[in-house]
């Protein structure tokens, strides 16, 4: 697992492009995951992707996750680890997909 030291972004830093063929997803995770970069997904047989997981601060709190952004709609594989899916989540253009990542086995279709 690979993990970095990143600060927290705050309420309006992330900024999404959404519209058209295009939707983000949102996979929420636990503290515990915090700096780790390798939650990785995949749309059918293309490459995976990866993004880092941190704390995003909001108006009412703070929550872990992994932003993926500019994505074109489709249907996408979370992966648990190299050969393991964690489940799969439908990305529609100019909506934010949200999955929430598992705490404990494997699951959770979106």
Do not use: C, N, Q
């Amino acid at each position: 697992m690979h993990e970095h030291a990143y600060g927290p972004s705050e309420t309006g830093t992330v900024v999404l492009d959404l519209g058209g063929d295009t939707g983000a997803l949102i996979v929420y995770t636990g503290r515990d995951l915090h700096g780790r970069e390798k939650i990785e997904i995949s749309r059918d047989d293309e490459r995976r992707v990866h993004s880092a997981v941190r704390e995003r601060r909001v108006r009412d709190g703070s929550f872990h996750s992994a932003v993926y952004p500019d994505l074109p709609s489709g249907i996408y594989t979370v992966w648990w680890d190299d050969r393991t899916p964690a489940g799969t989540i439908s990305v529609h253009g100019g909506e934010i997909a949200e999955f929430a990542w598992p705490s404990s086995g494997f699951g959770a279709a979106g």
